[in-house]
């Protein structure tokens, strides 16, 4: 592995980490000085900073951690023991002086036979009654959650993906094509699974009403096409911690007009004229994080999608946050160009 991708300066803007975080699919940075650790830059600072609504052209020194836990090579066997005691996912393995000499990623030490995750009583509901007409014509033959990703279905990498958190409670809920989908499952006894049938087709969000006496407290949703490289056990507890009633994981998108942008006054009269300019926005990934009284905001027996749940929760004034990651964490297959590059990502 080549280390200097992961290095950055700490006179970089908090943008430009933004752009490599992506490159490198991983979630953290080592900000150096002449090879040497200065600090640590990671995808939850540039969260927190996202949303404070602060400016992302800054130093990212504004933000780093300027004391980073880092270890020698004599300590290279307890890597991913201190990994997991201090919620880290890499570790900068540097010498006496500091000099940065490798990173260490917990998922590339973690071989999975260790101490399982204790099961949490947090349902997961994945909706996946759709028909995937985007996909179409490969929908017309095998409905969108079985379609294979290397040799596995996305609804099941969603569900393995979970499964290795500890979230072994699912609700699946199904319309198109259901009997393919129930047939698939077998018993497994890594997870607790039902199915939810919807008799005519309710929309992103419509079915949840289907689960009001099932669910008592947060539960996660997930559309049944994408996938997002995220800690679920630190995601729930932001969500409880600042008492949200929906957060919605967003991901960090840039846009580059290839045009150059006239704005016009009141008479007609040009502005401003921005040449190829750039937007960062915050787009919905499709996965929430729910409190089950907001069910009572759905109506019952129509179709009803999460934008207009989300906005009725607005309306109302429930608190509804979002949890920016890095686009490069997630993967959507909404379309064959996407699941094409999600295949390519996954590396099968």
């Not at 996938?227 to 580059?256: F, S």
């Not at 040449?275 to 926005?281: A, D, F, I, M, S």
């Not at 499709?286 to 309306?315: A, Q, S, T, W």
């Amino acid at each position: 592995m080549d280390v200097q991708k992961f290095f950055i300066s700490p006179d970089v803007s908090i943008r430009e980490a933004i752009r490599q975080l992506d490159e490198t699919a991983k979630k953290l940075l080592l900000v150096v000085e002449g090879d040497k650790l200065a600090g640590v830059i990671t995808d939850g600072d540039i969260r927190r900073w996202i949303l404070k609504n602060q400016d992302l052209s800054v130093a990212i020194n504004c933000i780093m951690n300027s004391s980073p836990i880092s270890i020698t090579k004599a300590e290279v066997g307890q890597a991913l023991t201190i990994m997991k005691e201090k919620g880290i996912e890499g570790l900068p393995l540097v010498d006496e002086n500091k000099q940065v000499l490798d990173i260490l990623f917990w998922n590339e030490l973690d071989s999975g036979d260790g101490e399982k995750s204790p099961k949490k009583e947090i349902p997961v509901v994945i909706m996946a009654g759709g028909k995937g007409s985007r996909l179409y014509p490969y929908t017309k033959i095998i409905p969108k959650p079985l379609i294979p990703i290397g040799d596995t279905p996305i609804v099941e990498r969603i569900m393995n993906q979970m499964i290795s958190y500890g979230f072994t409670d699912f609700y699946l809920t199904v319309n198109y094509r259901k009997e393919l989908i129930k047939a698939y499952f077998n018993d497994d006894n890594r997870y607790h699974l039902n199915f939810v049938e919807e008799k005519e087709p309710l929309g992103t969000a419509g079915a949840l009403t289907l689960l009001k006496d099932k669910i008592t407290g947060s539960f996660f949703v997930s559309n049944c096409d994408i996938l997002v490289d995220v800690n679920y056990e630190k995601l729930l507890y932001h969500h409880i911690k600042n008492q949200n009633q929906i957060t919605v994981i967003t991901a960090m998108k840039n846009y580059e007009i290839p045009y150059g942008v006239v704005t016009l006054d009141d008479r007609g009269r040009i502005q401003t004229l921005s040449e190829k300019p750039n937007y960062e926005l915050l787009v919905s990934t499709g996965l929430y994080v729910l409190e089950r009284n907001v069910l009572d905001h759905i109506p019952e027996g129509i179709p009803f999608n999460m934008p207009d749940l989300i906005r009725l929760c607005l309306k109302n004034g429930n608190q509804v946050g979002a949890y920016p990651v890095m686009d490069s964490t997630w993967l959507d297959m909404g379309e064959f160009s996407e699941m094409k590059k999600m295949a390519e990502r996954m590396r099968v």
